[in-house]
C-alpha cells in the first residue's frame, strides 16, 4: 500500500513533541504544581517547551482524519471502511481507558479515568463511521460548524442534573464527574471541537487525490490562509478564544500572550493556528526528502505503538529519577491526577528534560523501526491494523 511522506513525516514529528511534553509533565519538577503557561509564573523556555507541544493534539487528530478519507478511497467499499472506522474506534477507547489510563497513573484500581486525544479520536472514528455517506466536502463543513460552535458556547454553565453535566462535559467543556466514592472521570478533551477538527482533516483528504506539486501548492495556501486568519482575528482581540492577549513587562512575554490561545477545549484561534502549522509542514514534507525526515517518518508510521510505548518508559523512567534521589515507595502518591510523585517535591530541572526527551526519542526510534517493518510484512495480521 502507497504511503504518503508527507503523512509520515508530519505526524512523526508531532510523536516526537509530543514525547518533550509527556516529559516535561512526569519529570519536571514544578510540573505538578505549575501552569507553565502562566505569564505571571513561567519562564520563556518553559512557555515555548509547552507551548510548542500544542501541535501534537489538533495535527494527530487532523491527520486522523485525513487518513481516514485516504482508507476510504482504497477500500472503495462504504461498508468496509465505516466497519473499520466503528472497529478502530471502540478499540481505541478500550485502549485509552485499559492501557493508556494505566500508562499515566499506573494505579491498579483505576480511581481516576481521564478521557484524552486518543479516547477523542476513538469517538471520533464512531461518530465518522455513520457520516460516510455524505459527500467529504459536506463532512469538512459539518467540521467547521462544530469547531465555530464550540467557540460560541464557551461559558455556557455546567448543568446541575449529573448526567446532564457529564454529557455536557463529555460534549463540550471538559470536567470531572465523581462516579463512586472512590472513583472518578475527567473529560480532558470534549467530543465537539475535536470531532470538527477530524472532519476538517477527512475533508482536507481530498487533496491527497492530486499529484504532488498540485497538494503542495494546496497545502502552502491553506496553510498561509488559515494562519493568517488566526493573526488578523488574534489582533482584533475581540473573539475567537476567551484569553485576550495583553502588554507584558517586556515585548517577548507580550508575544508570548499573543501565541496563548486556549486548549481545553480548543479555541477557534487554537484551531486555526496549529491547523495552519500542520498544513506548512505537509507541504514543506511533500517533496523534501533527507536522512533526518526519513528518520523521523519511522515514528509517523506506528504512532499509536509510539504512543503506548512512550508512556510506559517515561513512566516507569520518573520512578528511576525519583529513587536515584533519594525517594522511596512510602513517598509515592497515586490517585486523582497523581501519577506517584511525591507531595515533597521531586523532579529535575528543564535542562534535564530535555536531554531526558532526547534519549528517549533515540532510544524508541530502533524499536519503531523493527514495529513497522514486522507491520509492512505481515499484512495479513489483523491485530497489527490497529496498533
Known amino acids: 500500500m502507497k504511503r504518503f511522506t508527507s503523512i509520515d513525516f508530519t505526524r512523526g514529528l508531532v510523536m516526537v513533541i509530543m514525547a518533550l511534553d509527556h516529559v516535561r509533565e512526569f519529570m519536571h519538577k514544578t510540573s505538578m504544581t505549575h501552569d507553565p503557561t502562566n505569564l505571571e509564573t513561567t519562564t520563556t523556555v518553559l512557555f515555548l517547551t509547552r507551548w510548542v507541544t500544542h501541535l501534537c493534539a489538533p495535527a494527530f487528530v487532523f491527520l486522523a482524519g485525513t487518513s481516514a478519507y485516504i482508507s476510504m478511497r482504497r477500500k472503495n467499499n462504504l461498508h468496509e471502511s465505516r466497519k473499520f472506522l466503528l472497529t478502530r474506534g471502540i478499540w481505541l477507547l478500550v485502549l485509552e481507558f485499559a492501557v493508556i489510563n494505566f500508562a499515566l497513573w499506573f494505579d491498579i484500581h483505576y480511581r481516576f479515568l481521564i478521557l484524552e486525544v486518543i479516547g477523542a479520536i476513538g469517538l471520533s472514528f464512531i461518530v465518522l463511521s455513520f457520516l460516510l455517506r455524505l459527500p467529504s466536502r459536506i463532512i469538512g463543513i459539518i467540521g467547521i460548524i462544530l469547531i465555530i460552535i464550540q467557540n460560541l458556547v464557551h461559558g455556557i454553565p455546567v448543568p446541575s442534573d449529573p448526567v446532564a453535566a457529564f454529557m455536557f ?72 478564544d476567551p484569553s485576550a492577549w495583553s502588554l507584558q513587562k517586556n515585548w517577548v512575554f507580550t508575544i508570548l500572550s499573543f501565541l496563548n490561545v486556549s486548549k481545553y477545549p480548543p479555541s477557534l484561534l487554537f484551531t486555526f493556528l496549529f491547523a495552519g502549522i500542520t498544513m506548512l509542514l505537509l507541504s514543506f514534507s511533500e517533496n523534501y ?67 531526558l526527551w532526547i534519549g528517549l526519542v533515540l532510544i524508541l526510534y530502533p524499536i519503531c523501526k523493527w514495529f513497522g517493518e514486522y507491520k509492512a510484512a505481515h499484512p495479513g495480521k489483523k491485530l497489527l491494523r490497529f496498533l
Open 289 to 355: 526528502k533527507s536522512r533526518l525526515t526519513g528518520m523521523i517518518s519511522v515514528y509517523g508510521r506506528v504512532p499509536l505503538f509510539y504512543f503506548i510505548i512512550h508512556l510506559y518508559i517515561i513512566h516507569a523512567g520518573m520512578f528511576v529519577v525519583l529513587f536515584i534521589q533519594g525517594f522511596g515507595m512510602k513517598d509515592f502518591v497515586f490517585g486523582a491526577f497523581r501519577n506517584g510523585r511525591p507531595e515533597t517535591g521531586g523532579g529535575t530541572g528543564i535542562a534535564v528534560v530535555y536531554i
Open 169 to 240: 462535559s463529555v460534549l463540550i467543556q471538559p470536567g470531572l464527574t465523581q462516579l463512586t466514592q472512590d472513583h472518578s472521570f475527567y473529560t480532558a478533551y470534549p467530543l465537539i471541537s475535536w470531532l470538527g477538527i477530524m472532519l476538517a482533516g477527512f475533508s482536507f483528504g481530498e487533496a491527497f487525490n492530486h499529484d504532488i506539486e498540485r497538494r503542495k501548492k494546496i497545502f502552502f495556501r491553506s496553510g498561509l490562509a488559515v494562519l493568517s486568519a488566526f493573526f488578523i482575528i488574534r489582533a482584533l482581540n475581540i473573539f475567537g
